[in-house]
């Protein structure tokens, strides 16, 4: 329950990018080239350059948030491939604090100033992230609820933006997936949504913004992989941003994973081969994890093969190494290495993973078939 309640706070978070208006006078020329150009450059693992992007813009619009919470923004995406997720967050407290001083500014002078809502929004759902990771919940529910209150005020004031829709989309599914009690509470405060209506409205993200399509192209992608069961979507939205992104280590390991659910081994082996490459030059920390990644999606494409006992080989060990802060990526290693035990007829080791796996209380598909395998054993097709 606890998992319920945190994840729809902070799917917030995910505002990360709002729209840049195209008819403000806010900006000096040429701005918004320079957000959109740094923005790529950090899904596309060139940090140097997207600081510099970044910190131009900044620079032309220093009286304005948005260039502060890009920095932000990337400060968090690199700061935890360098740093334990412990340390990470007393170091954005302060940019944060001044992203929101800068907006809360604007908006004494423009009280109607609809793009410095967006940005004060985002500002306080990632402190909601902050409060979390010291479980103080409480912080977490105030700034989280802030966060979407303000981002609801914006799309008020301004209905024809369309990246900061991403935020509120998520926040919706989230909300339609939530036990009964959540989405009763929830309607209570004044929201509610149905499932349809917020993939729809993360959708509309997706094809027409502007700075959240590739956000909200991934958040889809993440959806349809390991909560709707719908492999075909996500493979395709997967296959898309690899290739707008290849020097992504990130996207090319989603796609070889999305690869095997859609039963296509050889090809997910290809984009493995190519993750030792695109990780040379990264943060130690980050290439372990990349490197335990790769080891997983290796088991896994031999457990398909009908080799249950190489795949166990490379399973064991990866749950131990796992570091990373949100547990979903784990729940799917109890779950594979379960059904691998399963395959070989060893049910009692089978059912210890599955029981962690269910331990974990999530959304994803890892939780539902565990629990459907603890009942009855994993049988290949």
Do not use: C
Not at 20 to 33: C, D, I, M, Q, W
Not at 311 to 318: D, S
Request: charged fraction near 25%; aromatic fraction near 12%.
């Amino acid at each position: 329950m606890k998992a319920s309640i945190l994840i729809l706070i902070v799917s917030l978070q995910m505002t990360v990018i709002a729209q840049v208006n195209r008819r403000s006078e806010s900006y000096a020329p040429l701005s918004e080239e320079l957000a959109l150009q740094g923005i790529r450059e950090m899904y596309n693992f060139q940090f140097d350059e997207s600081r510099e992007s970044f910190e131009q813009f900044t620079a032309l619009n220093p009286n304005h948030p948005a260039g502060y919470f890009y920095q932000v923004v990337l400060d968090w995406f690199t700061f935890r491939m360098f740093k334990e997720d412990k340390d990470i967050w007393g170091e954005m407290r302060e940019e944060l604090d001044r992203v929101v001083i800068i907006a809360e500014g604007q908006l004494k002078m423009y009280p109607d100033d609809a793009l410095s809502m967006v940005y004060l929004g985002a500002a306080r759902g990632l402190k909601a992230r902050i409060a979390l990771s010291k479980n103080d919940f409480i912080d977490t529910f105030y700034d989280g609820y802030a966060g979407y209150s303000i981002i609801q005020e914006a799309m008020r004031i301004n209905p024809t933006m369309i990246d900061p829709q991403i935020g509120l989309g998520i926040f919706h599914y989230f909300i339609a997936i939530s036990s009964p009690m959540i989405r009763s509470l929830s309607y209570i405060a004044g929201i509610s949504s149905s499932k349809e209506k917020a993939i729809d409205e993360i959708t509309v993200v997706s094809e027409h913004g502007i700075y959240a399509s590739i956000e909200a192209r991934s958040f889809l992608m993440f959806i349809y992989a390991y909560i709707e069961d719908e492999y075909s979507k996500a493979l395709v939205l997967s296959r898309g941003l690899a290739k707008e992104f290849d020097q992504s280590p990130y996207f090319h390991g989603k796609l070889a994973d999305i690869l095997l659910l859609n039963g296509e081994i050889e090809e997910a082996r290809q984009h493995l081969e190519l993750i030792p490459k695109l990780v040379v030059g990264l943060p130690d920390k980050y290439r372990m994890e990349m490197k335990n990644r790769v080891q997983y999606l290796q088991a896994e494409s031999l457990r398909r093969e009908g080799k249950p006992e190489e795949a166990l080989e490379l399973f064991k060990g990866l749950a131990d190494l796992y570091t990373l802060e949100f547990k979903f990526n784990l729940g799917y290693i109890y779950l594979r290495t379960g059904m691998a035990y399963d395959e070989m007829g060893e049910r009692k080791e089978a059912k210890k993973q599955y029981k962690k796996a269910v331990k974990l209380d999530n959304y994803t598909s890892a939780v539902r078939l565990s629990k459907l395998y603890l009942k009855e054993a994993y049988m290949r097709d």
